[in-house]
């Protein structure tokens, strides 16, 4: 299988091979993929295991909404997912801190709330890493002795966007990794890779289809190139002496929808009618058109927003990709358990933010409303990496079990290098989520932020969110506020019920209105 290696520095002559790109993030923390391998160790056994560093398995993926089998949604098809989730800790409000690939990432590599308008765009690394010395994630692991790997969509470019391929010199991280690899195979460069069509086919941007299933193998699309490396990487780190982490990235469930047709089948789209909340608001909003899935792609004049046929075929076609990714997942999970019988790994699985398939009549993210900024998050951490019992000894252990407080993306930063022993950076924005791992039960201890472009906020606790968004030509900002308990799909703006809570939230969020 082809790869090009960041340290051998590829120019792209010949057959263009490829460098790092945007990745959905997944990081497992993990006691082993098997039930089998939930067995804690007591004792001296156990506290030698503490001594050691963990490996760290870091998975990201690609615009994963959090409608999913473990959380009870019966149309996903995702084994995979699932069965990792009887082992970990879901939570199952997690928030982005902005609903975009490169923004997203560079939040959790810096595990700081965005600063400057700068860091919500997707070359927010490309832009902003110079000034964060060997204090990004993966750098701060190699800084403590980690051997640090990087495969598929981790960041968002490999390169310079000078590049013609995205390919040219400087890197987005430096500093970060020993190997930063995407599997080249077919494809010719990075951004067709990103955007990838079947045996190496790119994107004709606004004239290619959002939806390709085409008969053939799993590795006719980039996922299944991502899950065979990856599995080559696992059997490499093995017979290394130094502790590592490793972050691998998929693309899919990322546009186009796109997967061999026998995922396809899988789904009937009759079963995708539109959401409750498919209506554009009627109120002054944070609406948009949905520009990426419209200008990028071709519809053959069809709009899902008034041809419900479309509509079922292109969710049909988001669930065939996640199904797709899920069994590439899978594999990888697989091998992971055959590398580490005793599950001494820690691994984290995340969804960089999430997408929207006609809530709102949008499809795509780029908006502050909860389908844009709620996506997964599972973590698993060995029996040897945590302190305490469950929060009481009826209660079953943390494994297995979903959290309910509100997390964000922020939080994964200190919560792998606490999992790993490490010293916490000062200045980190988030926090880590060792407690809530080891008490699932525990409540919220504070609410989620959201960014977006042109000044627009939001603020997320249990039950309300709050969005502001610029006025027009200096007029007043937009408020919308939202009341989960009694509204779950955003249909009403009650702000002007409510004005007390607008007035406390608004306050919540004035540090973050630079």
């Given at each position: 299988m082809p790869l090009c290696h960041l340290a051998d520095r590829c120019t792209g002559r010949g057959r263009p091979d490829i460098l790092r790109s945007k990745v959905a993030v997944i990081v497992l923390l993990s006691f082993g993929w098997g039930g089998g391998h939930l067995a804690i160790a007591e004792g001296p056994a156990l506290a030698e295991k503490a001594s050691r560093p963990p490996n760290v398995l870091l998975i990201c993926i690609d615009d994963l909404r959090n409608q999913l089998g473990y959380l009870?949604?019966?149309?996903?098809?995702?084994?995979a997912l699932d069965r990792f989730?009887?082992?970990?800790?879901?939570?199952?409000?997690?928030?982005?801190?902005?609903?975009?690939?490169?923004?997203?990432?560079?939040?959790?590599?810096?595990?700081?709330?965005?600063?400057?308008?700068a860091h919500l765009s997707n070359d927010a690394i490309l832009k902003t890493h110079a000034s964060w010395g060997d204090e990004s994630l993966p750098a701060w692991f190699r800084r403590h002795g980690y051997q640090t790997r990087s495969l598929g969509k981790v960041t968002h470019y490999p390169g310079n966007l000078a590049?013609?391929?995205?390919?040219?010199?400087?890197?987005?991280?430096?500093?970060?990794?020993?190997?930063?690899t995407i599997p080249a195979g077919p494809w010719p460069h990075a951004e067709a890779i990103m955007h990838g069509f079947a045996a190496g086919r790119a994107r004709s941007r606004g004239v290619s289809p959002?939806?390709?299933?085409?008969?053939?193998?799993?590795?006719?699309?980039?996922?299944?190139?991502?899950?065979?490396?990856?599995?080559?990487?696992?059997?490499?780190?093995?017979?290394?002496?130094?502790?590592?982490?490793?972050?691998?990235g998929f693309f899919k469930p990322h546009l186009p929808f796109a997967a061999p047709r026998a995922w396809f089948d899988r789904h009937d789209p009759d079963d995708f009618d539109p959401p409750a909340n498919a209506a554009k608001p009627n109120w002054p909003s944070g609406w948009h058109a949905s520009g990426e899935f419209r200008k990028n792609y071709g519809h053959g004049g069809r709009d899902p927003d008034h041809d419900a046929q479309y509509a079922r075929e292109l969710r049909r076609a988001y669930a065939a990709s996640v199904s797709y990714m899920d069994h590439q997942l899978g594999r990888l999970l697989e091998s992971l358990d055959r590398s580490d019988p005793e599950g001494e790994t820690v691994v984290m699985i995340w969804g960089d933010h999430g997408f929207l398939l006609g809530e709102h009549a949008i499809w795509g993210k780029h908006c502050l409303y909860e389908e844009a900024l709620r996506s997964p998050l599972l973590v698993r951490a060995p029996a040897s990496r945590r302190r305490s019992a469950p929060i009481d000894a009826g209660q079953p252990p943390s494994h297995g079990r979903l959290c309910q407080a509100v997390v964000e993306t922020i939080d994964l930063f200190p919560t792998l290098v606490d999992l790993a022993g490490l010293p916490t950076p000062e200045g980190l924005s988030g926090k880590s989520l060792r407690p809530w791992l080891e008490q699932p039960g525990r409540p919220s201890d504070r609410p989620a932020i959201g960014?977006?472009?042109?000044?627009?906020?939001?603020?997320?606790d249990d039950r309300w969110r709050l969005i502001r968004t610029a006025g027009r030509r200096g007029s007043e900002p937009v408020i919308e506020l939202f009341d989960y308990d009694n509204d779950p799909g955003e249909t009403r703006n009650v702000a002007h019920l409510h004005p007390e809570i607008v007035a406390a939230l608004t306050a919540a969020l004035e540090p973050h209105n630079w």
């Open positions: 009870g949604e019966s149309r996903a098809q995702t084994p989730a009887e082992t970990a800790v879901g939570f199952s409000r997690h928030y982005t801190q902005v609903p975009t690939c490169g923004a997203s990432r560079a939040a959790l590599m810096r595990g700081r709330y965005p600063e400057v308008a590049g013609s391929n995205w390919d040219a010199l400087p890197e987005e991280l430096p500093a970060a990794w020993d190997r930063a959002p939806i390709e299933a085409l008969e053939g193998p799993d590795s006719l699309y980039p996922d299944a190139w991502v899950a065979d490396a990856a599995i080559e990487t696992l059997a490499d780190l093995r017979a290394t002496s130094a502790p590592w982490f490793f972050a691998v960014f977006w472009s042109g000044g627009a906020r939001t603020i997320r």
